[in-house]
């Protein structure tokens, strides 16, 4: 991935997050936390996803990857681009103050940023502090991928002295807005102190398959009272399969067919990825409501074109979810109350257009890399 991200140009920073939101509208998600790395076209990257996710209409949190691999200069590029975009955005892209007893309320923010943290392992402690004091400053957490491999580990241990969870704890990097993906290679004590911090942990099933990394203990991480979701780490957004491979994964890990319930895949998956998804467009004392039908919240609301073969109750919808529903029977796809996708047609992207264009930068890239 390393060379691939040195060889994108901002146009292929543009082609890739079109082609994304054209996956999303027509698998029905509606927000994304989007963490980018292009070392050789950092600056205004995030605006130009931000251009894209605005053409789309879709929700996002975005972040750019602050990482030592590519030397201090670019490390602290990286961060000043964070910097740069949230205080760049403006309403209705960003959280408002209160306006006072009486006026209007604010649309939820359909953008937002925090600071984008690449793993422990190619980080050091001066580029963590500088990011994590500028984090707080702005208000925002970090988005930081945790023991995704074991790797992380030992290098956290042979270089500090501490495992991962615990040296990032140190240096002030978890909390209720961090994001810490994977967390797959977590001992008991890291757990406890991923629910202490109320660190909010994503999972990433297809993603980790794919790597061969390993799978977290979802199952655990439930019954501690971590705020778990589920990701994909980029390997597409159909949610109804990554819903899906984790409840496989979590049998074939713990080799028990009981590992994780329908129904906990499906909270998972719905209730805390809307806390999650809220927390970070909104902020911690006002996240966006997302993922309820109720007066008040974001129209954001799905279709599905589903034919059950059996009648769906309370009791097995989680089931049905899971192994009957997929991305491809979305219809209709809706965001703040506007139409994105109708009867399966795009309303808001040409994705004719934006696959050809980004089949000819291909090219290019694939020359680049």
Known sequence: WWRLDRALTPQDVYDSALVCLVDAIRHGTTTLIDHHASP????????????????????????????????????????????????????????????????????????????????????????????????????????IHVAEDDADVRDSVEKHGLRTVHRLQHLGVLGPQTIAAHCIHVNSRELRLLAETGTLVVHNP??????????????????????????????????????????????????????????????VAVAHNAHIAGVSLGGLHSPVRLGQLAVGAPADVILVDYKPPTPVTAANLPWHLIFGVDGGMVTTTMVAGRLLMHNRQLLTLDEERIFAQARRHAAALWQRF
């Open 206 to 267: 297809r993603s980790n398959m794919n790597n061969a990394v390993g799978t977290a203990d979802v199952p655990e991480m439930v019954r501690r009272g971590i705020m778990v979701g589920l990701g994909n780490d980029g390997f597409g957004n159909d949610m109804f399969a990554e819903m899906t491979a984790a409840y496989l994964a979590q049998k074939m890990a713990r080799a028990d067919p009981q590992a994780l319930p329908a129904d906990d895949v499906v909270r």
């Open 40 to 143: 050789n076209a950092c600056l205004g990257s995030l605006d130009i996803i931000a251009t894209a996710f605005r053409e789309a209409g879709l929700r996002g949190c975005l972040c750019y990857e602050v990482s030592d691999r590519e030397g201090k200069d670019k490390a602290r590029a990286g961060i000043r681009e964070n910097e740069r975009f949230i205080k760049a955005l403006t309403p209705p892209d960003r959280p408002s103050p209160s306006q006072g007893e009486g006026a209007s309320p604010a649309p939820p923010p359909l953008l937002s940023g925090m600071m984008g943290l690449h793993a422990s392992f190619t980080l050091s402690d001066e580029t963590i502090e500088e990011a994590v004091g500028v984090a707080r400053h702005l208000g925002v957490g970090c988005h």
